[in-house]
């Protein structure tokens, strides 16, 4: 258990719509990432949060945003979803001084 | 523009040998690397990691060799064990504690 919480893990969900993935880093790290995988691919970076502010984008889509709260956990909203949508997004958590980043289990997003 | 590579797909090896896995890299300003293992239906867990300034860094049974001039990296594992079966992704970072560029991945089978 890596200490990262992800919710939902599955989330199917039609063309259009809207979805919010929520994360919990493990307990103190302030540092908050969001990324994306698709079928077959390796882990394409979205965006990171640092103690709430953003710190770092790649390359997140327009109808993609995320936000980190006061209590640091962090959701991220995607809209107007399109099939090419679904994929595996993973948060990931790290202290943000040196330490390797920790990964969640996970949201499987299926767009129908 | 894929700024780290794996280039091996899949690799197959015989339980107690020792598996090699590859990864290069473009960006020179990359200054520590990771190793992760993912596990179907799980987030990646971190394995090793290595910086920049070291050129081998050993943990058990996982190594990690960098080759700066060369732009790459492998992980030995010695002996191989069938529960190392899974994928094995690099990752690079410019910095500490920010965003990781991930390679495609290798899965790795230990044939028993």
């Known amino acids: 258990d890596s200490g990262v919480t992800q919710t939902p893990k599955h989330l199917i969900t039609a063309t259009g719509q809207r979805v919010t993935l929520r994360c919990s880093p493990r307990?103190?790290?302030?540092?908050v990432y969001w990324y994306q995988q698709s079928l077959d691919q390796g882990l394409q970076f979205l965006i990171q949060y640092y103690n709430g502010e953003e710190r770092a984008k790649g390359n997140i889509l327009e109808r993609f945003s995320a936000q980190q709260f006061p209590d640091l956990h962090s959701e991220l909203n995607l809209s107007s979803l399109e099939l090419g949508d679904s994929a595996l997004y993973f948060c990931a958590s790290s202290s943000g001084g040196g330490t390797e980043a920790f990964f969640g289990q996970g949201t499987r997003l299926t767009v129908v | 523009d894929q700024q780290v590579k794996q280039n091996s797909p899949s690799l197959s090896v015989q339980e107690g040998r020792i598996s090699i896995l590859n990864c290069d890299y473009t960006n020179s300003m990359f200054d520590y690397f990771l190793w992760y293992k993912k596990y179907p239906a799980e987030g990646p867990t971190f394995l090793i990691s290595i910086s920049s300034i070291k050129d081998k860094n050993e943990d058990g049974r996982f190594t990690v060799f960098l080759n700066k001039s060369a732009k790459h990296l492998s992980l030995h594992i010695v002996p191989s064990q069938p529960g190392d079966s899974a994928v094995y992704f690099c990752a690079a970072s410019v910095g500490y504690g920010n965003k990781l560029v991930f390679g495609a991945g290798t899965i790795l089978r230990v044939k028993s």
């Open positions: 307990s103190g790290d302030l540092s």
